[in-house]
């Protein structure tokens, strides 16, 4: 990778997460020479979750139509549901994900963009 490419290291804002100012990484940072800098991403943003992009509803979509009486028929179900989703689903969906994270690291872990 060319070293003077800017590298955006996304992160959620759980507590275990370091703060985007933080000394250690800082100095980490200016040691290796490379430009790095921590975003957040937006707190309970449903847009990074690649679940709510469209795979729980297509998922869900084929399990409802089996009746199940207990959780591992559930799960069975589900499962299958997930292995019969055609692949340029999933491959959109992740698509649909990689470009909401590009939009959240433009608006600097902001989540007030437009596709």
Not at 50 to 70: A, C, K, N, P, Y
Request: aromatic residues 8%; proline residues 7%.
């Amino acid at each position: 990778m060319d070293e003077s490419v800017k590298i955006d290291v996304q992160q959620d804002n759980a507590t275990p997460h370091i703060p985007t100012d933080d000394w250690r990484f800082l100095e980490a940072v200016e040691q290796c020479g490379r430009s790095i800098e921590l975003v957040f991403q937006p707190p309970n943003s449903p847009d990074l979750n690649v679940l709510d992009l469209g795979l729980f509803t297509e998922i869900q979509s084929r399990q409802e139509q089996h009746l199940t009486r207990d959780f591992d028929e559930l799960m069975a179900v589900v499962e299958a549901a997930y292995w019969e989703l055609p692949p340029p689903t999933i491959n959109a969906t992740i698509l649909r994900l990689q470009t909401t994270m590009n939009k959240c690291i433009e608006e600097k872990g902001g989540n007030d963009f437009k596709f």
